[in-house]
């Protein structure tokens, strides 16, 4: 028996922080893990140690280490291959649930939709990258390009949320289509935060109870 593995996915400014914080408070009093499991909440990309360097670096902002989007795939994917390798399998093994702020389709969204690189060959990579583990169950938080753009706007932007609407648009367009082909549990993220977090709950209870 392995644990399960859930992700949440959205775009920028969806509230996928604040929803996983929430449900990490409830999951380990749900009665949906097992008496000795553990809850892991984690994220991508920044999720292990050698991932929190590689974070700083993909976001860094300043213009002169911008890296060309083929270096920008392979540094999420180096940064995913050691999430796997020392967070999520060893944690799956043990019975520990795992619960990721994004996974492998944040790749096939912001790389594949949004920066046009070929999706076969992100798939092929994302085969060995991510070593067998596939989430359990996905999570996406829609909201439209514009509410993301509204929400952030007292924030300072990181590099890829600098990108502008039209980026953005396609990577949404992207996760829509990734959302119906592997059908995943949509959930509008323009209600307010105690309706998101019950309706997670629920799909929680409906999937693993
Ligand atoms: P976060 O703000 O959700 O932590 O994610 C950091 C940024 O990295 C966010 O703008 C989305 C982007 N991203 C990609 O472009 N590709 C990926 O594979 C992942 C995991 C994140």
Not at 37 to 45: A, D, Q
Not at 59 to 78: F, G, V
Not at 128 to 144: A, M, N, R, Y
């Amino acid at each position: 028996m392995k644990g399960k593995f859930i992700v949440i996915e959205g775009i920028d400014g969806c509230g996928k922080t604040t929803q996983i914080d929430e449900i990490s408070k409830w999951l380990p009093t749900s009665g949906l893990m097992g008496g000795d499991s553990k809850l892991i909440k984690t994220r991508e990309p920044g999720g292990s140690l050698l991932g929190k360097k590689l974070r700083n670096l993909i976001l860094d902002n300043n213009k002169n280490n911008k890296p060309s989007s083929l270096a920008e795939l392979l540094l999420y994917s180096a940064d995913r291959a050691e999430h796997v390798s020392k967070i999520i399998s060893p944690a799956l093994e043990k019975e520990d649930w795992v619960i990721s702020d994004r996974y492998a389709d944040s790749t096939l969204a912001y790389q594949g939709y949004g920066r046009n690189i070929n999706l076969e060959i992100i798939r092929s990579l994302e085969s060995i990258v991510c070593q067998g583990e596939q989430p359990d169950l996905t999570i996406f938080l829609e909201i439209s390009a514009e509410e993301s753009i509204l929400r952030r706007k007292n924030f300072i932007p990181d590099r890829i949320e600098s990108e502008g609407i039209n980026f953005l648009k396609k990577v949404n367009e992207g996760f829509k289509l990734i959302a119906k082909e592997k059908n995943w549990k949509v959930i509008s993220a323009t209600q307010n935060v105690n309706a998101i977090t019950n309706e997670i709950k629920e799909t929680l209870l409906k999937n693993f109870s």
